[in-house]
């Protein structure tokens, strides 16, 4: 008969994402409720390397479900990657008898915790906590909701000294590699144009739409650029090339940053935040391992890290239509 697991650890490593403190004490207090113990690791897998763990009681994770960031840290850990670093982390865990293990990142959180599954047969589960919205298996992740409504604001603001200078702004939004802020954001904040890596615009027909837009009377003009766009090496080349060949636009270029990943969480992320913590507890305390618990259609859900890693998610092409239409 296989032994119940007494003890879970829980680590936050990548990118932070607005709503993983809600994740976090979701985890804590599932805990709590099925009597398991539960250890934090700070500055993930590094400081499971370093065992850098502390006990976590439900007191612990009081008034953190509406803090951005992570009560655990962050950090990406190099060491990891390699056999030793791997024996070590699994060393401490071993003598801290810790049965069983919860990561919340995206990718590259992921990628380690199923190498760490092959080489040791140690159970993981994954939470998806990333603010690009990349991963399958999952309809949203956490901290995405937060960071487009972050987006929207900032670009409801730029919009207003736009349209006082009649002045054409090139907003870049975070996405090195999906274009979903961009896209929902640009729709959502009423964009004349929206840039992402998924498809590309090409320079002939965003120049064109800019000249139609003007021609139609439109003073000014947002267009919003996933970090990731294929038109120009980065945002600043692409603002420099049409300064040079059309000066009649007044261009001027924000590049939003880190300012995505943080604030306050949304209700939303809180609330999926905490229902992905408890499936998370409750698959491992089931004997799943190297899943992903995710949301489909309103429903948790499961899903292999292998495929949560390996395969893409599509951008959603209706909504690349209705960015056209609505942008005329």
């Given at each position: 008969m296989i032994a119940p697991i007494k003890k879970i650890a829980i680590l936050t490593s990548g990118g932070d994402a607005p709503g993983m403190n809600a994740a976090i004490r979701a985890v804590v207090r599932a805990c709590t409720y099925y009597s398991t113990e539960c250890i934090g690791i700070y500055r993930g897998y590094q400081g499971l390397i370093e065992g850098d763990f502390k006990q976590l009681t439900a007191r612990h994770v009081s008034n953190i479900i509406n803090k951005g960031g992570t009560i655990l840290k962050s950090a990406r850990s190099t060491e990891f990657r390699t056999d030793e670093g791997r024996a070590k982390a699994y060393k401490n865990l071993?003598?801290?008898?810790?049965?069983?293990?919860?990561?919340?990142?995206?990718?590259?959180?992921?990628?380690?915790?199923?190498?760490?599954?092959?080489?040791?047969?140690?159970?993981?589960?994954g939470i998806p906590g990333t603010i690009d919205n990349d991963i399958y298996g999952t309809d949203k992740t956490?901290?995405?909701?937060?960071?487009?409504?972050?987006?929207?604001?900032?670009?409801?603001?730029?919009?207003?000294?736009?349209?006082?200078?009649?002045?054409?702004?090139?907003?870049?939004?975070?996405?090195?590699?999906?274009?979903?802020?961009?896209?929902?954001?640009?729709?959502?904040?009423?964009?004349?144009?929206?840039?992402?890596?998924?498809?590309?615009?090409?320079?002939?027909?965003?120049?064109?739409?800019?000249?139609?837009?003007?021609?139609?009377?439109?003073?000014?003009?947002?267009?919003?650029?996933?970090?990731?766009?294929?038109?120009?090496?980065?945002?600043?080349?692409?603002?420099?090339?049409?300064?040079?060949?059309?000066?009649?636009?007044?261009?001027?270029?924000s590049v939003l940053g880190h300012m995505q990943r943080g604030g306050s969480p949304s209700c939303y992320d809180r609330v999926l935040a905490s229902r992905l913590g408890v499936a998370a507890v409750e698959a491992l305390l089931d004997r799943s391992t190297g899943v992903m618990v995710g949301i489909t259609n309103g429903q948790i859900t499961t899903v292999g890290l292998n495929k949560a890693i390996k395969m893409n998610r599509e951008i959603n092409k209706e909504l690349l239509k209705v960015a056209e239409i609505t942008s005329v």
């Amino acid at each position: 008969m296989i032994a119940p697991i007494k003890k879970i650890a829980i680590l936050t490593s990548g990118g932070d994402a607005p709503g993983m403190n809600a994740a976090i004490r979701a985890v804590v207090r599932a805990c709590t409720y099925y009597s398991t113990e539960c250890i934090g690791i700070y500055r993930g897998y590094q400081g499971l390397i370093e065992g850098d763990f502390k006990q976590l009681t439900a007191r612990h994770v009081s008034n953190i479900i509406n803090k951005g960031g992570t009560i655990l840290k962050s950090a990406r850990s190099t060491e990891f990657r390699t056999d030793e670093g791997r024996a070590k982390a699994y060393k401490n865990l071993k003598k801290e008898n810790i049965g069983a293990l919860i990561v919340i990142g995206g990718d590259g959180t992921f990628t380690g915790g199923l190498k760490f599954i092959e080489e040791y047969n140690f159970p993981i589960v994954g939470i998806p906590g990333t603010i690009d919205n990349d991963i399958y298996g999952t309809d949203k992740t956490i901290g995405y909701d937060t960071a487009l409504n972050t987006v929207v604001e900032a670009i409801d603001k730029i919009r207003d000294t736009a349209s006082s200078h009649n002045r054409l702004f090139f907003i870049e939004v975070m996405g090195r590699d999906a274009g979903f802020i961009a896209l929902n954001s640009g729709i959502g904040a009423g964009a004349e144009e929206i840039l992402i890596p998924e498809h590309n615009l090409g320079l002939d027909r965003l120049v064109d739409s800019l000249n139609k837009s003007k021609a139609k009377g439109k003073t000014s003009s947002i267009v919003v650029v996933s970090e990731g766009d294929k038109i120009g090496k980065n945002v600043f080349e692409l603002a420099d090339y049409i300064n040079q060949h059309y000066p009649d636009y007044d261009v001027r270029v924000s590049v939003l940053g880190h300012m995505q990943r943080g604030g306050s969480p949304s209700c939303y992320d809180r609330v999926l935040a905490s229902r992905l913590g408890v499936a998370a507890v409750e698959a491992l305390l089931d004997r799943s391992t190297g899943v992903m618990v995710g949301i489909t259609n309103g429903q948790i859900t499961t899903v292999g890290l292998n495929k949560a890693i390996k395969m893409n998610r599509e951008i959603n092409k209706e909504l690349l239509k209705v960015a056209e239409i609505t942008s005329v």
